[in-house]
């Protein structure tokens, strides 16, 4: 990687099998910058007007920025994934967390276009160790992300060292029976020693995985260290970098408490400045917010232990809760470790359905 660049992205279509890198114009380059600016491109160039989202020439992109990966900046684990949404068959942009993003530029790639529909489920597994690209028939393994992270991170990593190297993208069951599926990017949670989940859950694109045959991506690198993106000014990154965190040190218990309760702490805010979806957004507030606001959230959050999902990110967007008892559906009874909610998931599925936390646990 030259300055945040590999100026390669990754084509890969299902119906043919077809896997090549495309070498990025310089043109492009310059324009799109990277992340969203690179997936709408390649997606233009992809299709055409008239595209539905169940076209198998229809793709989801997902690429990151020049500074996707870097360690001494928060929030550069993510990337933004973009598709013809099935809920509206216009394009929708989702971004997400979790180690694939990063990954797959350190594999050699600042995108990757997935085309076309397999015939039956696959994965596609990103060698980043010995640079080669495969599909897998993908017939026996789990469907849903939160088994299906934990079997491929086993099936991939050659020993417990090598499970932080591996991102994998997946959906769940859900997603073939809605239009509305959503994207799991994984993470390893190394104090835990098991993966999480960040979700890519707007627009529907887990749908449009599910529809294309695809069961997972993986990707597998070496290892991370402090600058794999050769970026133009690290010291520059770094500087800023560290007086963000050391804002997050000195003020975050005071301010947004970020550490403590992640994005929920917004519940209120937004209460406060009637900008709460309540009601199917008829209003911005409503008196019985308390009801599911940070502080009932804090109550079950694990607290004291660092919930970032890359590696010198801070910020802990979505909190853990460990052990979490399932009560229905057919894992009830097994504990699960539960990422968030965030503020997305508090309000949509909270407030903006009138639904409170009594009704919800």
Known sequence: MLKGYTD???????????????????????????????????????????????????????????????????????S??????????????????????????????????????????????????????EIYDAPSEPIDSHVLGEVLTDMFANDDSEKKNIGIVSTGVAADHSLMGMLNFTFYDNKRKCIRLKQAGRGGI????????????????PGVKGNLNNVVDLEAISERGRNFN???????DKQCQMRAKGT????????????????????????????????????????????????????????????????TGPYAGQEVIVDGPEYETAAGLGSNCGILIQNML
């Open 264 to 327: 929920a702490h917004l519940v209120e805010i937004m209460n406060d400045y009637d900008l709460l979806p309540t009601h199917n957004f008829q209003y911005g507030s409503h008196p019985d917010s308390p009801k599911i606001n940070s502080e009932v959230w804090k109550s079950f959050f694990t607290q004291g232990v660092p919930d970032g999902c890359w590696i010198g990110c801070n910020m802990a967007c979505a909190k853990g809760v460990d052990k979490f008892r399932l009560k």
């Open 80 to 133: 933004i994934v973009v598709s013809i949404s099935p809920q509206t068959d216009i394009v929708i942009d989702s971004n997400v967390g979790g180690f694939f993003g990063p990954f797959l530029k350190f594999s050699g790639f600042d995108a990757i276009e997935l085309q076309g529909k397999a015939q039956h489920d696959v994965i596609v597994y990103i060698d980043g160790v010995d640079h080669k690209v």
């Open 246 to 252: 050391k804002e997050m040190r000195d003020l975050d």
């Open 8 to 78: 390669k992205t990754l084509y890969i279509n299902l119906t043919s099998n077809e896997v090549k890198d495309k070498v990025v114009p310089p043109q492009m380059k310059e324009k799109f910058i990277g992340g969203k600016g690179y997936d709408l491109r390649l997606l233009w160039d992809a299709t055409k007007p008239k595209t539905k989202w169940d076209d198998p020439e229809n793709e989801i992109v997902i690429s990151s920025g020049p500074i996707g990966g870097i360690t001494q900046y928060s929030g550069t684990g993510k």
């Open 206 to 221: 887990g749908t449009v995985f599910r529809n294309k045959h695809i069961k997972a991506i993986v990707c597998k690198i």
